[in-house]
């Protein structure tokens, strides 16, 4: 017998019984769903549309079903389609008919909203525990490694020289823009939408702001159809998972690259590398590779909702109902990547030598040259073409320009002298950049103490 059968003749064909169902997914919101449910059960008694025993037997009856559903020992029922109408079947089962009084006044339509929204505020707190730890360990790294210079990159050809800790602290900003993302996303969805029914409220009085209050939310919602047929709290915090993964992404993608035995800048801890079947030399970075390709799927869950939601009509729609899988499947895998990325990278070897050799190759230090002449007071599109035709130069002569005595310098301008050679090195080219935001140690230092500012007010 289902809960809305009265006004049905026929009973629902086996298919659909298992095509509609969303209780395989849903399950997973029972503990929110039961403290909705209590909120909302003794928000009835306080109104006395339940009398106080009422209220009581039915709070009782559902802290049972929480601690049987945690212990294990409850069979959700395909039949009863989702959480929701599970959780009233049982407290029925359990309490007798006063368990059939819980749903006054209020529509699935409103709980599932409530639902998602308890969840996924649960999951945002977590991700960003996740996340200030893995910013925790890039602050580290960055720490370690004010001076281990590196060449920096632009269309992946060596352009300047920059530090491991400058890059690291890109990453740094990144996570925190993740951070602020998910705290708005979360401040946004904090609100009740219970008591918008199934889309037109209620003729009951309820007390809306009694149950939020009662649930931690900042407030209500202002318009009960939006609140039964919004998800853009859902698709906020996917679109902001999926910036997280991207981030990742490219991390991941760095340490691949930084790993293979042309770089060498980093050596990945074995815990976090895996071997070859056939090719027994082989230590690959499938973690990394892993993170990489998860990320696909988390855009693919926020396609997937925003083109769920593009075309409904208001209200609520029952097209609504796969948001849930989408939003579990972002995410477990935004979690469990962010879990999985901080001891990787906490335990990479940075081959400092390797990065240093790097930063002297491929004329990182032209820009200097070039600079060096400006600020004799060549204009600097000159100086660009003299220092290009010396780089032109070099290359024939596989040199580079540190390499070049004054005079073959001073060939291109007579404006060199002995001192170019020291505004040439590599370690002077990254201590000049001394501009807020810049590479040089200094900088940096201010950044990554700038960082763990923002980090303990966020
Ligand atoms: N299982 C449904 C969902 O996930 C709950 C709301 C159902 N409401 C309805 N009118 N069929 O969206």
């Known amino acids: 017998m289902k809960l809305w059968g009265g006004r049905f003749e026929k009973s629902t064909d086996a298919l659909v019984e298992d095509f509609h169902s969303s209780i395989s997914f ?30 009581q037997e039915i709070i009782e009856g559902l802290k049972g079903i929480l601690t049987d559903i945690q212990a294990g020992a409850i069979e959700f029922e395909i039949g009863a389609e989702d959480i929701h ?21 209020r529509s699935r339509n409103d709980q599932v909203a409530l639902d998602l929204r ?56 990144m996570l925190l823009r993740d951070l602020g993302r998910l705290r708005d996303t ?24 009694m149950v939020a209050a009662e649930l931690g939310f900042d407030g209500i919602t202002w318009n009960s159809l939006d609140g039964v047929s919004d998800r853009d709290f859902a698709l906020e915090f996917l679109s902001a998972a999926s ?47 892993l993170v990489r390709g998860k990320t696909g799927r988390v855009y693919g869950d926020l396609m997937a909702l925003l083109t769920v939601m593009k075309g409904l009509p208001l209200a609520y729609n029952k097209d609504m109902q ?30 400092k030598e390797a990065m240093a050799k790097g930063a002297k190759g491929g004329f990182t230090n032209a820009t200097d040259l070039a600079d060096y002449l400006a600020k004799k007071n060549v204009p600097f599109r000159e100086a660009h073409e003299i220092v290009g035709k010396l780089v032109l130069y070099c290359s ?20 060199f002298e ?11 080219c990254v201590r000049q950049r001394n501009i807020p935001g810049g590479p040089s140690p200094t900088r940096v230092a201010q950044a990554i103490a700038w960082t763990e500012d923002a980090l303990a007010q966020l």
């Open 186 to 209: 979360r401040k946004r969805l904090n609100v009740s939408p219970l008591g918008s029914g199934a889309l037109a409220g209620t003729t009951f009085p309820l007390k809306r702001e």
């Open 322 to 351: 796969e948001d849930k899988e989408q939003v579990f499947d972002a995410v477990d895998t935004v979690q469990k990547s962010l879990l999985v990325v901080e001891p990787m990278l906490r335990t990479i070897k940075v081959n």
């Open 26 to 55: 849903d399950q997973r919101l029972y503990k929110q769903d039961i403290q909705g449910s209590i909120a909302h059960a003794r928000m009835l008694g306080e109104i006395g549309v339940l009398t106080a025993e009422e209220a």
């Open 243 to 289: 910036i997280i993964m991207m981030h990742l992404s490219r991390l991941c993608e760095e340490l691949v690259l930084w790993s293979t035995g042309e770089f060498q800048f980093v050596i990945m801890d074995d815990g976090y590398s895996t071997g070859s079947s056939i090719m027994p030399q082989k230590k690959n970075p499938d973690v990394a590779e």
């Open 85 to 105: 109408m599970n959780v009233e079947k049982l407290l029925t089962e359990r309490v007798g008919t006063v368990g059939k009084k819980v749903h006054t006044g």
């Open 118 to 173: 308890l969840f996924l505020r649960e999951e945002i707190d977590h991700t960003k525990d996740l996340l200030v730890a893995l910013l925790r360990t890039i602050l580290n790294l960055a720490k370690e490694h004010q001076e281990t210079w590196m060449p920096g990159y632009t269309h992946m050809q060596k352009a300047q020289p920059i530090t491991f800790a400058h890059h690291m602290m890109a990453y740094a900003q």
């Open 418 to 428: 002995e001192d170019l050679f020291t505004s040439i090195g590599i370690e002077y």
């Open 396 to 415: 024939k002569r596989s040199c580079g320009l540190e390499d070049l005595t004054i005079e073959e310098l001073q060939e291109q301008s007579p404006v």
